[in-house]
């Protein structure tokens, strides 16, 4: 994009920024890096509407990264209850412990990157808006606008990936990287939105080819999916205080989510504790099993077909794993997986 396009863009971004709490009145000022960390964790896979909340309350009670570090795993949990995807809290902690050891909030793309959950997007963001360096992003909203804005009839998969990144580079190589990459985020979210691109009202339209073309909904192309049926098994297990076990170790269309724990299995599984369940349990202190049936769910590209055991234990909630109370399960397992299992169960 040239630099009349860009102008254009920074125009729009301070006429129509919308006001977050994580962003300053000021778009200039540079920001607090671990709010920036904070809130663009929070806001992969979740809405801003949602994301505002969760964001204050956060920084309410770990205003900063030595503060979050002395916390629990536990109260952090409490925190992100209701935004899903566990695994980011779970790294936002283990990072906060090793940045806390260190010097502070590393500035560079090499560091950044080599903490738990922090991947090129969250490096850039940080680097960008908080250091003010030309870093670039990528995500989700910019491959969009990319795609449009460029004509690109592909994905950005595989070595494809560079090209994106290269336009990313390209409105990042200028001193005003931090407001590029923040207007582009917030131009996919609020004009160039995927179904309904309002280019009437958009910053970038004069250079846009697909917006020329008439062709702004074609772009970028979409991915073929090949649907997959998956048979399994879920378990909820109680132990002897009423406690159900939560697990993160789940199918990888459920990767970093607490789910309950579920297992490939035959389709036609005949009764009785699944082998892989052990790696839970203590097998020889099950105080009772029960099949309460089999639900159908569609995840991605998984058609799923699964079947439910309520497995009682004789003993209390103890060892290396998760164990949510009956009143919070519905809040820690965001997934309509886990909640259709535990409402065969428990119902
Ligand atoms: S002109 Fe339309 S398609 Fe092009 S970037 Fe703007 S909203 Fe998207």
């Excluded at 079947?307 to 909630?317: D, E, G, N, P, S």
Aim: net charge positive; aromatic share 10%.
């Amino acid at each position: 994009m040239d630099e009349n396009i860009l102008k254009h863009l920074r125009a729009w971004f301070k006429k129509n920024a919308a006001t977050l709490p994580w962003r300053p009145a000021e778009l200039d000022t540079p920001r607090n890096p671990y709010a920036v960390w904070i809130s663009e964790t929070m806001l992969q896979q979740t809405q801003v509407s949602t994301v505002k909340d969760y964001f204050v309350r956060w920084m309410e009670r770990f205003p900063d990264v030595e503060t979050l570090a002395k916390a629990s795993e536990e109260e952090v949990f409490k925190y992100w209850q209701g935004l899903g995807y566990y695994s980011r809290a779970r790294n936002i902690l283990k990072a906060a412990r090793i940045i806390a050891e260190n010097a502070g909030m590393p500035n560079t793309r090499k560091e950044l990157e080599s903490l738990p959950g922090i991947g090129a997007y969250t490096a850039g963001a940080i680097l960008s808006l908080a250091f003010h360096k030309r870093e670039a992003i990528l995500d989700g909203n910019l491959v969009r606008i990319f795609s449009r804005f460029y004509a690109l009839n592909f994905l950005p998969d595989g070595k494809a990936a560079e090209t994106y990144w290269d336009y990313a580079r390209n409105v990042a190589d200028s001193p005003k990287a931090y407001m590029h990459n923040e207007a582009l985020m917030e131009l996919g979210r609020t004009v160039c939105k995927s179904k309904t691109p309002n280019c009437t009202s958009c910053p970038l339209a004069i250079g846009c080819r697909a917006y020329h073309e008439g062709r702004a909904e074609e772009f970028p192309p979409k991915r073929t999916r090949i649907q997959k049926d998956w048979h399994g098994t879920a378990l909820v297990i109680e132990s002897a205080d009423g406690k159900i076990l939560a697990v993160s170790d789940g199918q990888a269309f459920l990767r970093g989510q607490l789910a309950l724990p579920h297992f490939e299995t035959q389709r036609n599984a005949t009764a009785g504790i699944p082998q892989q369940a052990e790696r839970y349990i203590d097998s020889d202190k099950v105080a009772s099993v029960e099949d309460c049936g089999s639900f159908k769910h569609g995840i991605t590209v998984h058609k799923i077909e699964c079947r439910v055991q309520h497995i009682k234990l004789k003993y209390k909630a103890a060892g290396r794993f998760t164990w949510v109370s009956k009143d919070a399960a519905k809040d820690v397992f965001a997934n309509s997986f886990s909640l259709k299992a535990l409402k065969l169960a428990l119902s």
